[in-house]
């Protein structure tokens, strides 16, 4: 496996607050990068109204890629479900990208609520569809909401309610990369064989002192994965490299066996 993902997120194509010119020059520089898929995690637009999701959707178009999507808190907004609804598919889905890869991508939105929340429904859909997926298969999860915190954002808010147990099922089925956005910070952590990655903003004046507007690149191959983060109009660097572990099932084997102990 050699796969490149364009990692994008957090657009917040409105009124407010956004660089229009700055999301021209992310879609001119992904698409001469040419990666095999483009994921976009979430608020599209600043508050979901029609115009906005109409406006994401003629700029959304000119990436060239095949692309996944789901919605962040903006995006449900003032009912903009409905909206982003018509445009992109179901916020919940399950995507087979290819026999070596395949990704789920999970609606985390409150109507009106800047945090999240999946609930115990979505959590057992949730488990059910990875289930599904075979071991050989590298697992990618992708969610707006964050599942633990991000450094540099000041005060921990607009979490995912029930990180906790969402991460618990990541592990237990073997999910390899996760990829959020919300806080337009770019960070990765390594978590129990997961590499949970955030990507920051490419086209929001909302963005923290030093840090500039960004997207990520995400190269798999056999035995790596790879996050470089790539400033608009600037420089890429590597944020993080993780060596791909297998073994999952006799981990959670041993984590059964302590809580027979218990």
Not at 67 to 89: C, L, S, T
Not at 137 to 153: A, E, G, I, N, Y
Not at 206 to 219: D, G, M
């Amino acid at each position: 496996m050699d796969l490149l993902i364009a990692h994008v997120s957090d657009i917040h194509v409105g009124k407010v607050n956004f660089l229009p010119e700055m999301l021209e020059a992310c879609i001119k520089e992904v698409n001469e990068r040419d990666p095999d898929l483009l994921v976009l995690s979430g608020d599209l637009t600043g508050f979901g109204f029609k115009e906005e999701f109409s406006l994401a959707r003629e700029y959304i178009d000119q990436f060239r890629q095949e692309k996944f999507i789901i919605p962040g808190n903006h995006d449900a907004r003032y009912r903009g479900d409905i909206y982003f609804e018509k445009h992109f598919g179901h916020g919940n889905n399950v995507r087979e990208f290819s026999e070596e890869l395949t990704l789920i991508g999970l609606d985390s939105t409150i109507p009106d609520l800047d945090e999240g929340n999946l609930g115990r429904g979505k959590q057992r859909w949730l488990k059910d569809k990875l289930a599904d997926i075979p071991e050989d298969s590298l697992k990618v999860v992708v969610l707006h909401h964050h599942l633990v915190p991000v450094p540099m954002t000041g005060r921990e808010r607009a979490v995912l309610n029930d990180a906790g147990d969402v991460l618990k099922i990541l592990v237990e089925e073997g999910v390899d990369l996760t990829l959020s956005g919300h806080r337009h910070t770019p960070y990765s952590w390594f978590i129990n064989n997961i590499a949970v990655v955030t990507a920051g903003s490419p086209s929001t004046e909302k963005v923290r002192a030093t840090i500039p507007q960004s997207y990520n690149l995400v190269r798999i191959t056999d035995k790596w994965i790879e996050v470089r983060v790539k400033e608009i109009k600037g420089e890429e660097r590597l944020m993080s490299k993780y060596r791909r572990t297998k073994g999952r099932l006799e981990f959670r084997l041993k984590e059964l066996e302590c809580k027979d102990v218990i």
